[in-house]
Antibody, heavy 120, light 110 residues
Framework: QLQLQESGPGLVKPSETLSLTCTVSGGSISSGSYYWGWIRQPPGKGLEWIGNIYYSGSTYYNPSLKSRVTISLDTSKNQFSLKLSAVTAADTAVYYC????????????WGQGTLVTVSS | QSALTQPASVSGSPGQSITISCTGSSSDVGGYNFVSWYQQHPGKAPKLMIYDVSERPSGVSNRFSGSKSGNTASLTISGLQAEDGADYYCNSYTSSSTWVFGGGTKLTVL
């Protein structure tokens, strides 16, 4: 059974860089045609797609966040990561990592989510 | 990219059917058959209920169905049950090779 688990600081200061890691267990992130992505949800609000990375390394980002986002793979650790720079209070949210099958909208496996608060 | 448009709330009585709409444009919902629906209970991660407009993942009740007409996708839940009460989000692929979510709909089972 595939499992995804987010990890990283729960508190980040304004203007600094938010860094999260998603550890995948029960399967390899470098096998198969999958996209590994990040979605966030501000408290009490809806879901927002941040971006994803293909197993080959190609990346796709939300245009509204593109200038501040980097998603990368670490196949040696079976992890993928999110970096969001120059954060503000508006970036406070629960951040989820998820897997989507290539060529479909089948986004079946999600992490439990991790709350990141931006505050001084 | 603009969020897809969903009604803020819908409600129904147990046993009834409800439909949640998700309106986009020809650049997203209308242009591709890559629309999915998620159910989210408070404090939980979203759960995939429908993918590729009308496909149901293994294990999801056949009371859940999806469809699309033009730029609007729909999720129908028949035989409403108390546990169906949750937030529902649609999600679509876009012409920019990105994905966009709807604003979410709160379903109340009366």
């Amino acid at each position: 059974q595939l499992q995804l688990q987010e990890s990283g600081p729960g508190l980040v200061k304004p203007s600094e860089t938010l860094s999260l890691t998603c550890t995948v267990s029960g399967g390899s992130i470098s096998s198969g045609s999958y996209y590994w992505g990040w979605i966030r949800q501000p408290p009490g609000k809806g879901l927002e797609w941040i971006g994803n990375i293909y197993y080959s390394g190609s990346t796709y980002y939300n245009p509204s966040l593109k200038s501040r986002v980097t998603i990368s793979l670490d196949t040696s650790k079976n992890q993928f990561s999110l970096k969001l720079s120059a954060v503000t209070a508006a970036d406070t949210a629960v951040y989820y990592c998820a897997r989507r099958s290539g060529g479909t909208s089948y986004r079946d496996y999600w992490g439990q989510g991790t709350l990141v608060t931006v505050s001084s | 990219q603009s969020a897809l448009t969903q009604p803020a709330s819908v409600s129904g009585s147990p046993g009834q059917s409800i439909t949640i709409s998700c309106t986009g444009s020809s650049s997203d919902v209308g242009g591709y058959n890559f629309v999915s629906w998620y159910q989210q209970h408070p404090g939980k991660a979203p759960k995939l209920m429908i993918y590729d407009v009308s496909e149901r993942p293994s294990g999801v009740s056949n009371r859940f169905s999806g469809s699309k007409s033009g730029n609007t996708a729909s999720l129908t839940i028949s035989g409403l049950q108390a546990e169906d009460g949750a937030d529902y989000y649609c999600n679509s692929y876009t012409s920019s090779s990105t994905w966009v979510f709807g604003g979410g709909t709160k379903l109340t089972v009366l």
